[in-house]
């Protein structure tokens, strides 16, 4: 069963908490609240997230320096952040916005679809760097066992071809989602993360098929999850 994904929603509105949850529960993943920013970081240090949608105008720590916090702790520093904002002071609020660490900076009224769009590209990316991590957690285990002579008996080889199916799995759904980031002329912080998820495909790959028979496991390490 495929664990889901968490989003964070902060807003210190319950009505504005209720729309965004209204708008997202079609995504089908875990939607966690926090009513201010002292909140959102509190939530921070135990859960895992997708996104962050980050509401700019709240009492005490709004959301500029909400996300100062976010982008200082190294546990959360590539957390994609949205900001959602009811007022618009021009350029210079949204490039504000930008330098804070925000991925998009999106106005209200918005458009419920482009928002749930926006976000799920996130939730794909965010999942498919968990299978990554799992994939690349079972090769080390085979790297390791490689190295004490296991490769080329029948578990090894079993388990070498599930990790082989599962690896094209994931590159067949990310090259699915790098054809649909490009064809929706996507925002350019999607597009990298999904470029960067290619790049440690690629690597995890070649590690893999090193491992193959007849290509030895002790040729030169490879590191598939840089």
């Not at 959360?76 to 210079?92: E, V, Y």
């Not at 419920?112 to 968990?130: G, Q």
């Not at 799995?169 to 290619?198: G, I, P, R, W, Y």
């Amino acid at each position: 069963m495929v664990q889901k994904a968490k989003i964070l929603l902060v807003d210190d509105r319950p009505e504005n908490l209720l729309a965004l949850e209204a708008i997202l529960s079609a995504l089908d993943q875990t939607l966690v609240r926090a009513s201010s920013g002292e909140e959102a970081l509190k939530a921070l240090l135990t859960d895992d997230f997708a996104v962050i949608l980050l509401d700019v105008q709240m009492p005490g720590m709004d959301g500029f320096e909400t996300a100062a916090h976010i982008k200082r702790r190294e546990r959360t520093r590539d957390i994609p952040i949205i900001f959602l904002t009811a007022i618009n002071h021009g350029p210079h609020h949204t490039f504000r916005g930008y330098a804070a660490g925000a991925v998009d900076y999106i106005s209200k009224p918005f458009d419920p679809w482009v928002l749930r769009a926006k976000v799920s590209v996130f939730v794909e990316l965010y999942m498919k760097n968990c299978q990554l991590r799992e994939q690349a957690a079972l090769l080390r285990l085979q790297l390791e066992g490689g190295g004490k002579g296991a490769v080329g008996g029948k578990e090894s080889a079993g388990l070498l071809a599930e990790l082989s199916a599962r690896l094209a799995a994931v590159e067949e759904q990310a090259e699915a989602l790098s054809k649909q980031l490009d064809d929706d002329s996507a925002d350019a912080a999607a597009v990298a993360t999904a470029a960067h998820l290619e790049r440690k495909l690629t690597g995890l790959r070649r590690a893999l098929d090193a491992l193959e028979p007849g290509t030895g496991a002790g040729g030169p390490a490879v590191s598939p999850a840089n």
